[in-house]
Antibody, heavy 123, light 107 residues
């Protein structure tokens, strides 16, 4: 059964870069035409999709974050990565990785989620 | 960006009763809508996608309906494990967006 696990720095200073990885186990990140997403949820608030990687060669970023975000896949390590630069307190959130159900073009709901990792931006 | 509005914000229901949750989109999204359940401290769980298709392992008491801009999630007979926050999500137009959530709590 496919499982996802986020990891990375739990405390990031303002203006620095947040870096997270999502390890995929029980399956290959390269198999099938699935989308692989990063989402986040500030404490007590709703969900926001940061962006997604689809079908091996396409990356889509939320316009609200596009200038600061990089999402990539490392097939040799079977993992997804997120870098978010120039962070502020507003980037404090639980960060999730998730897999899409397999719909065309990655226009998709998310059927498998990691447990999430809390990232706090503070000096 | 498509805005999703969920109502009510909070729904107080007794166990065994029916719960009806609504999600309205700011423009038509066909049937590209999903529903998730989230319990405190956990990741969201996919319940419904394509507006009405149940995800794997989802109990029959959950059902979704609607198309265009108006959608409904119905829980036919609430069980104790169903008290949670429910989010709708549209994936018709990028960026894909979520509603603010409906909290279903015990009456």
């Amino acid at each position: 059964q496919l499982q996802l696990q986020e990891s990375g720095s739990g405390l990031v200073k303002p203006s620095q870069t947040l870096s997270l990885t999502c390890a995929v186990s029980g399956g290959s990140i390269s198999s099938g035409a699935y989308s692989w997403s990063w989402l986040r949820q500030p404490p007590g608030k709703g969900l926001e999709q940061i962006g997604y990687f689809y079908n091996g060669d396409s990356t889509y970023y939320n316009p609200s974050l596009k200038s600061r975000v990089t999402i990539s896949i490392d097939r040799s390590k079977n993992q997804l990565s997120l870098n978010l630069s120039s962070v502020t307190a507003a980037d404090t959130a639980v960060y999730y990785c998730a897999r899409g159900t397999g719909a065309p073009y990655g226009e998709d709901a998310f059927d498998i989620w990691g447990p999430g990792t809390m990232v706090t931006v503070s000096s | 960006e498509i805005v999703l509005t969920q109502s009510p914000a909070t729904l107080s229901v007794s166990p065994g009763e029916r719960a009806t949750l609504s999600c309205r989109a700011s423009q038509s999204i066909s049937t590209n809508l999903a529903w998730y359940q989230q319990k405190h401290g956990q990741a969201p769980r996919l319940l419904i996608y394509g507006a009405s298709t149940k995800a794997t392992g989802i109990p029959a008491r959950f059902s979704g309906s609607g198309s265009g801009a108006q959608f409904t999630l119905t829980i036919s007979s609430l069980q104790s494990e169903d008290f949670a926050v429910y989010y709708c999500q549209q994936y018709n137009n990028w960026p894909f967006t979520f509603g603010p959530g409906t909290t279903v709590d015990i009456k």
